[in-house]
């Protein structure tokens, strides 16, 4: 139920996925550091690419040297020299 109010009140107000918990919210400081947030599970991890299951989709981050810093129940933050970023297999450019 309280999802529920959480999601209409968020909805009457207009505020973005992220803040009302929905949606992943994904940060990037440059190549070398990221920051994901709302994320459901780690579904595969290694230094060359590490895949994350969210609300909306897998995400792919591909890279070298990439390694898992911090995992928290809804944060982590991935260091490494990222080279692109997927969303289910369509990438963003």
Known sequence: MFKKIQTSVGEVLDFPPDVVGEGPKITITGRGQIVVEN?????????????LETADGDVYFRGK???LKVILA?????EGELSSLSFGGGEIE
Do not use: C
């Open 65 to 67: 040297g990439l390694v």
């Open 74 to 78: 809804t944060e982590l933050k991935i």
């Open 39 to 51: 994320y459901d599970s780690i579904v595969n991890f290694s230094e060359e690419e590490i895949r």
